[in-house]
């Protein structure tokens, strides 16, 4: 059993820890917080062995009634791998740490790309996570951008990608986030910072990306314009599409209009949290004119991340090929829309 560290347990850590819990060849050996809050409350609750992760707050956790497992030094010496899931920039002054026990370490996407020997995409770049140290899985947005890349690569050729991105303006969570009542071109500069990070996954690949946030908080959504090397039918497109696990084509028979009623699905279905772990494509959208393909999807930023650090864990430690480990990872998280 690979045995997972995560320090760092807010939105992304704590759906990482629930995902690899799941997994056969996992277990959670604990999670390391900052400060005792629901979260951690939830951490003890759910028989994750919880560790400090500044070591003068232990008392704090105490004073809360939260039982602390050790300092996150212990946690970090014991584990096979560390997931990092710590706000942006806080990774980086962590890999001293990794580093000094020897345990390899996964970066989320708020970290610089030159921080690691690798960014991560399970469907587009498993191979290149193998064997690495340090291994950053790329941001919510690039790694929706990635999944719909690398097929319409491997089948067409890919000549250009356009892509505009409305993004909510925080998670549910954050309320000091905005705008609330506003549009704003985010970054204004154009092309955004959303393109190279992409091409940290696609070194060759020709993508101008354009970012917007807005008062909303369930979901992002990609406005995607992909000139192929050659004129494709879209029902090719729709078919290839198909077939892809991380892909969820929302028929036009359900009715879906938007994130809102995407995450009401969710709920629906069952889905822990409400996530949506697939990437969620209007199917009538998928239109081509010429050799250029147009689709809207939407991308659930708290979770579309969470399976692609389960395979990285593998890819990483070398324990699984990609088609096996995202198998797996499909199967055990619940993938099946
Ligand atoms: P978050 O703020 O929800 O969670 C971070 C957690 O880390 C919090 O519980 C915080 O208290 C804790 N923390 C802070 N300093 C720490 C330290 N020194 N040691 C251990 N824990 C510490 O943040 P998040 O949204 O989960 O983001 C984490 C990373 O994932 C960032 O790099 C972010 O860019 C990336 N990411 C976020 C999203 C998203 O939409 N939320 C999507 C994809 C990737």
Not at 248 to 267: C, R
Not at 274 to 302: A, K, M, P
Request: hydrophobic fraction near 40%; proline fraction near 5%.
């Amino acid at each position: 059993m690979i045995q997972v560290a995560i320090n760092g347990y807010g939105t992304i850590g704590k759906r990482v820890a629930d995902a690899v819990r799941e997994q056969p060849d996992m277990e959670v050996l604990g999670v390391a917080k900052t400060r005792p809050n629901f979260e951690a409350e939830t951490a003890v609750k759910k028989g994750y062995p919880l560790y400090a992760a500044i070591e003068e707050r232990a008392d704090w956790f105490a004073e809360a009634g939260l039982e602390i497992a050790g300092p996150v030094e212990d946690l970090v010496e014991r584990a096979d791998i560390v997931v990092d899931a710590t706000p942006s920039g806080i990774g980086a002054e962590n890999k001293s740490l990794y580093e000094e026990y020897d345990t390899p370490a996964l970066y989320q996407g708020g970290e610089d790309a030159d921080l690691v020997d690798a960014s991560f995409n399970a469907r587009s770049n498993f191979e290149a996570a193998t064997g690495a140290q340090h291994v950053r899985v790329v941001s919510c947005n690039t790694t929706g951008l990635s999944r719909v890349i690398a097929p319409l690569q491997e089948a067409y050729g890919v000549e250009k990608v356009r892509a505009t991105l409305v993004r909510r303006g925080g998670d549910p969570g954050q309320t000091s986030r905005g705008p609330i009542n506003d549009i704003l071109p985010d970054p204004v500069t154009i092309p955004s910072h959303h393109g190279p990070d992409v091409e940290t996954i696609f070194p060759d690949l020709d993508i101008d990306t354009l970012g917007m946030k807005v008062p909303a908080t369930l979901m992002h959504m990609h406005s995607l314009n992909v000139t192929l090397e050659s004129a494709v039918d879209a029902a090719d497109i729709r078919e290839r599409f198909a077939d892809e696990s991380r892909l969820f084509l929302i028929p036009e028979a359900m009715s879906i209009d938007g994130s809102g009623k995407l995450k009401e699905y969710a709920h629906d279905a069952g889905r822990p949290r409400g996530d949506l772990w697939e990437n969620c494509i209007w199917e009538e959208s998928i239109s081509t004119v010429g050799r250029d393909c147009y689709l809207f999807q939407g991308i659930h930023q708290e979770s579309d991340v969470v399976p692609e650090n389960v395979d990285a864990i593998r890819a990483v430690l070398g324990a699984a090929d990609a088609t096996e480990s995202i198998e797996t990872t499909n199967e055990h998280i619940g993938i099946d829309f």
